[in-house]
């Protein structure tokens, strides 16, 4: 019997490789359901190409054009609209999987969604965890969700795992969880000139193909430093115990270091299809289209210390997350308004840790019990990380 998929996010670079994973196990997954926050364009071609019953567009405004595009396609998906039309494509009876890979702190009550309709839920939405780790690994716990993680560090850390490992990682002698970073485009780049960084160079990652926002997370290392919060929750892990390693070639996308001196690391391409056919097919395994990876060819793989000094924004996480509580909701709203300046080229790529810096100094933190907290805090830090702005954007010019 097939499975029914519903993909948040499916217009962007997870969306696609889940979809191209898709269509080569017809037999197996059934496409239901796709959203899109308002490419009616590209959401309405998908829509043609996979035939979904249902298609979701976070911007309300735009629905009537992708009804209208639908329909002159001759399809009868249904349209629904804002964030309540995620919710509910997320719990869709007939949907078994949802690929929850929506940017941003925008992806979270979906998310949350599928977990409450107790769905089996592939986690590339970073910020679900970020945001409301504890809220969520609760609902996760108290719904007997599978939930299985998509970015490729965290995929390496679970194949890597023993499969008990929810027991406590020194009960299965697990002693540090490794996530390794390519260090982005800038991995040799002088402090001093990463102040004329353009949004160009910033998205130009030597590895991976991502979406914007990611990429220069990437090149700031926060996408690191959110993925070590994202590490926490998922594998329980202590803060400490979370070490990051640059690796400039992306082929062993993360380890796990045992007690007894052993270390197991997952490597391959650097192609989403891998992590992504993984949990789509776990526990068994399916063909993604990845290459086999060649090691001769490969022939080297180097490693370095992550340097927080030149990159404040790893930093700045690992402070958050120790901080706990809403800290970690505001510094991942700070830096989506920040580096949505940053790629407006209203802010210096240097600022975006010194918007966060302060926002995080300026609004401390509270206990994130429940869902309405944690998104009052998300708008108060996006409030004041914008009123931040006109100062540190002036020195775009002059730094």
Known sequence: MREGIAILGATGSIGASTLDVAARHPERFRVVGLSAHRDVERLAALCEQHRPDYAALADATRAP?????????????RV?????????????????VVMAAIV???GLQPTLAAVRAGKRVLLANKESLVMAGPLFMREVRERG??????????????????PD????????GVSKVLLTAS????????????????????????????????????????????????????????????????????????????????????????????????????????EAGVAPLDLVEVARLDFQAADKVRFPCLRLAYEAMEAGGTATAVLNAANEVAVAAFLDEGLAFTAIPLVIEETLAALGTAPADD????????????????????????RRHTA
């Not at 929810?166 to 299965?172: E, F, T």
């Not at 796990?256 to 992504?276: C, E, K």
């Open 165 to 172: 490992f929810d027991r406590g990682l020194d009960s299965v």
């Open 65 to 77: 054009e992708l009804e209208a595009r639908l329909a002159a396609a001759g399809l009868d998906t």
């Open 80 to 96: 629904m609209v804002g964030p309540q039309g995620l919710m509910e494509l997320a719990a869709l009876s007939e949907v078994d």
């Open 145 to 162: 969700v599978t939930l299985l993680p998509i970015d490729s560090e965290h995929n390496a850390v679970f194949q890597c795992m023993p």
């Open 183 to 286: 260090g982005g485009p800038f991995r040799e780049a002088t402090a001093d000139s990463l102040k004329a960084v353009t949004p160009e160079q910033a998205c130009a990652h030597p590895n991976w193909s991502m979406g914007r926002k990611i990429s220069v997370d990437s090149a700031t290392l926060m996408n690191k430093g959110l993925e070590v919060i994202e590490a926490h929750w998922l594998f329980d892990v202590p803060p400490e115990r979370i070490e990051v390693v640059v690796h400039p070639q992306s082929v062993i996308h993360s380890l796990v270091a045992y007690t007894d001196g052993s270390v197991l690391a997952q490597l391959g391409n650097p192609d989403m299809r891998t992590p992504i056919a993984h949990a789509m097919a776990w526990p068994e395994r399916i």
């Open 104 to 106: 941003g702190a925008a």
């Open 371 to 394: 869902l309405e907290t944690v998104v009052a805090w998300d708008r108060q830090a996006r409030e004041h990380a914008t009123s931040l702005l006109a100062r540190h954007g002036r």
